[in-house]
């Protein structure tokens, strides 16, 4: 079975950087698309950033030129580079694994079987 644990979820002040990690366990990343998605209280799962295993990547508009999505197949390991932090990024974020090719679909949190526990993530103002 696939295991996937989030790290490197903090508080921060407005404007600041963090990168988040997801490892694997029980899978490969190299034969997974790959997301990571958010939730805020009071509102629904959001696709963030996504990654499929031909290296395509997809961001939702509001992150688009602040985070990037990048893959460490050696490590098992997916990232979450965030930059330029908002308090509106203030969520609970989540990795999200699946064995399809996904394309267009990247963001669609029911694309995806397998889900990690969340790492916190609070900007304040």
């Known amino acids: 079975q696939v295991r996937l644990v989030e790290s490197g979820g903090d508080s921060v002040q407005s404007g600041g950087s963090l990168r988040l990690s997801c490892k694997m366990s029980?899978?490969?990343?190299?034969?997974?698309?790959m997301a990571w998605f958010r939730q805020a209280p009071g509102k629904g799962r959001e696709g963030v950033a996504g990654?499929?295993?031909?290296?395509?990547?997809m961001y939702t508009d509001s992150v688009k030129g602040r985070f990037a999505i990048s893959l460490d197949n050696a490590k098992n390991t997916v990232f979450l580079q965030m930059n330029s932090l908002k308090p509106e990024d203030t969520a609970m974020y989540y990795c999200?694994?699946?064995?399809?090719?996904?394309?267009?679909?990247?963001?669609?949190?029911?694309?995806?079987?397998?889900w990690g526990q969340g790492t916190q993530v609070t900007v304040s103002s």
């Open positions: 029980g899978g490969s990343t190299s034969d997974y698309s």
């Open positions: 990654i499929n295993e031909n290296g395509i990547t």
């Open positions: 999200a694994a699946d064995l399809r090719f996904l394309t267009s679909s990247l963001l669609h949190p029911d694309k995806y079987n397998d």
